[in-house]
């Protein structure tokens, strides 16, 4: 495995993890070619775990011999860019987690109806934009027995560097897609009752036993500030609400998410 040594902001080959933006690296339109980027040695050895193809590392000199030891090991014939701490956080913009990155091929989304082929529980996240919510949903939903993540168009990308280290590696661990169009009438069709979760004086409280009657059942989460679209929730089989106390009327997304992950998953 070569190992090259960075000794400029403009040296050729290290613009991956330098120049190009999220939406250059997503690629989304020819995303075959698409790469992302993975930071710390733990979360790049889950995505090599799952499968992921590893383009080029790019570390500390020092982790070379250290934690990105056994990295270099797995990876195969693939560039090393290396080099000292303060130039490499002057090349990324940040400082590097535990002094490694990865690039990383970023597989075709699968469509829908494979993601949910066997899956009894899945949740739809539809317009969630903040990176730090979309890695720990994926977080609780790996943790709490969720089979499938789908992400409505306006929605973060869940191969965010960002996103990707929040939910500490879980967006390799379940399998999620794009889901385009409406929401409830394809899930209707693929075996799904849906829910909503928002506030309406229609809605039914979430330990509801009508809910974890469903043999198969989608979850709704939508942006804390305005919430789903009226659309999204009028279409839905049910609209449900986290029972609250004090006054407080919702929770952030992300703890929301968890709260309904752990009520309603399939014991």
């Known amino acids: 495995m070569p190992i090259i040594e960075v000794t400029s902001l403009e040296q050729q080959g290290v613009e991956v993890f330098s120049t190009l933006t999220e939406a250059q690296l997503r690629n989304r339109l020819e995303p ?70 990865c690039a990383m091929r970023r597989p075709t989304p699968p469509p829908v109806a494979d993601v949910c082929r066997n899956a009894s529980r899945v949740v739809v996240i539809d317009g969630v934009t903040d990176t730090t919510n979309i890695g720990a949903i994926f977080r609780s939903a790996a943790a709490l027995g969720i089979d499938a993540v789908l992400l409505t168009p306006t929605a973060c990308d869940p191969l ?46 979430l330990d509801d036993p009508l809910l974890k009657q469903e043999a198969r059942l989608a979850l709704i989460m939508g942006t804390e500030g305005d919430g789903l679209a009226h659309e ?36």
């Open 160 to 205: 965010n560097r960002r996103a990707v280290r929040v939910s500490m590696g879980s967006v390799f661990l379940v399998p999620w897609t794009w889901i385009e169009g409406p929401v409830t009438p394809t899930l209707n069709a693929l075996g799904f009752t849906t829910a909503a979760m928002a506030l309406s004086d229609d809605s039914i409280a």
């Open 32 to 101: 075959d070619k698409g790469i992302f980027i993975a930071e710390s040695p733990k979360v790049i050895h889950v995505a090599l775990d799952a499968g992921y193809e590893p383009l080029s590392l790019l570390c500390e000199r020092r982790h070379i011999t250290g934690d990105a030891a056994s990295l270099i090991e797995r990876c195969g014939d693939i560039p090393v860019y290396t080099g000292e701490r303060d130039l490499l956080a002057s090349l990324t913009g940040y400082t590097l987690t535990r002094g490694v990155l």
């Open 232 to 267: 999204v929730i009028t279409e839905a089989n049910h609209v449900v609400r986290i029972p609250m106390q004090h006054n407080v009327d919702s929770l952030n997304v992300a703890a929301a998410a968890a709260v309904a992950f752990w009520e309603l998953r399939k014991k």
